[in-house]
C-alpha cells in the first residue's frame, strides 16, 4: 500500500508519523528514546526499513540507533567517532586555536544505493562514514586535511558539519555545508576535498572573496538535476547551476532572506521551498505569521503559503534539518517547528494541517514514501 | 588475586540504554578501583562505552558523576583505591548524571 512514514526528531525523544497515501489521518508513534536529544533520523533510500538515528545527551554522548523495520524497534550500534590522526586545529569563538573535539552527530545521510553504508556530519566539524552499518565509522580525514581548516570557525550552534549532498549520477561526488565554514565538494570519494563558495558574500567577513568562513544552514538538490544546488544561508538564498563551482542570489524578492531549512518539490525541480526568519538575532517568524515562501521558477519569484498555518501570533522557528517532501503523485511537504508542531501540506504547499502540535521542539524531519 | 562483588547503580538512561533494573553486580579482580569498575561495566554492556568516558580519552564526561559512602569522588585518580564499603559489596557504586538542568 502507497503511504508516508515521517521520521521525527526532537530535543526529547523520536517520533514516527505514518498515514497512507491521502495524508489525511496519521498514526503518531514515539517518543523512542525519550529526554535524548535527537539530531536526525533517516531512512535508506535502498531498504526503507533500515533507518539510522543520532541520540545525543549532554550528560551521556553519542549513540547511534539502527532500525530494522521501519522504526518499530531500535538496536544500539557503534558510536566511537574517533578523528583520524590529523594535526592541528580549528579556530574557538575568541579566534584562539582550539583542537578538534567531538560533540555529537548532526546528520547522517544513508547511501543511496547500499542500506549499510551510512555518512555522519559531526561537530566539531568532520565526515565519518560507516560500510557495516554503522557498527564502526571511519573519518574521511581529507576534509580536515583541507588547508583551510586552520580558519574555520564555529557558529552559534557549535561548528557542524550538518549536510550532505549524494550525487546519484557519480557516488564519488558528496557536496557537504558546514557551519560556519561553508560549502566543501569531492569528485573522488572523500579523498581531497575543496572550498565551493565563489559568490558567496557574508557579512562579518572583511574579505568578500573569502574561500570560507560562511555560514551555510542548509543545501538541496534535485535527483534529476544534481548540478543544480539550493542554498539557505545565513542571510541569502542561493543557487548553484554548476555543482557548487559558482552561486548566485535568487531571494532577493523574499520578505526576509534569513532562514534555516531549504527543499526541492519532488517532481519540479525549479520548486524551491523556504522558511524566512526575520533576522539573525531574532529567530522568528516575521510579524508573528508562520508562511513558507516557494518558488516554481528556480528563484527570484516567491509566494508565500499560509493555508493552514497560523497567521498570528506565532514565534517559533524551523531549524535546517526540520523540512522534508515525499515523492507521491502530489508532492508532500513537511516540517516541524522549535514549538513542537509538525505541519504537512499533501497539494505541494498550497495547503496546510498540523499533524501533531504538542511534540517537543523539532530537530529533524525526513519523510520516507512507501510504495 | 582476590575477587571482589562490586554493586553499580546506574542512571536511568543507562539502566534503559543496558536494558537493566535496580543495580548490576560487577566482579572485579585485585584493588578495587574506578578505572577496574567502569572496565567491568562496559564489558558486560557495552553500550555503555562513551556514555560515562569519553572514547577518546577515557575519562569521566563531564556531567557524569560518581558517589559512594556518601562522598564525591568523581576527581578520585581513576586508579585510586575505592572505599572498602564499595570493594566488600556493602555499599554501591553511584554513577550520577550531574543535575545541569534541561
Redesign the interface.
Known sequence: MTGVRVLVGTRKGAFVLTSDGKRERWDISGPQFAGWEMYHVAGSPADPDRLYASQSSGWFGQLIQRSEDGGASWAPVGNDFGYADVPGTHQWYDGTPHPWEFARVWHLEPSLTDPDTVYAGVEDAALFRSVDGGQSWQELSGLREHGSSSAWQPGAGGMCLHTIVLDPRDPARMTVAISAAGVFRTDDAGKTWRPANRGLHSEGIPDPDAEVGHCVHNLAMHPSRPDVLFMQKHWDVMRSDDAAESWHDIGETLPTDFGFPIDVHAHEPDTVYVVPITSDSVHVPPDGKLRVYRSRTGGHEWEPLTAGLPQSNCYVNVLRDAMAVDSLDECGVYFGTTGGQVYASADAGDSWAPIVRDLPAVLSVEVQTLR | MSTAVVRVKL?A??RK?AHVDGEVELAVDGQVTQRLVLDALEARYP?L????R???TDRR?A??RFFACEEDLSHEAPDAPLPGAVATGAEPFLIV??M?G?
Open positions: 542512571p538512561h543507562l540504554l553500550v562505552r562513551g556514555t560515562i569519553d572514547h577518546a564526561r556531567f557524569v548524571g550531574a545541569a534541561g
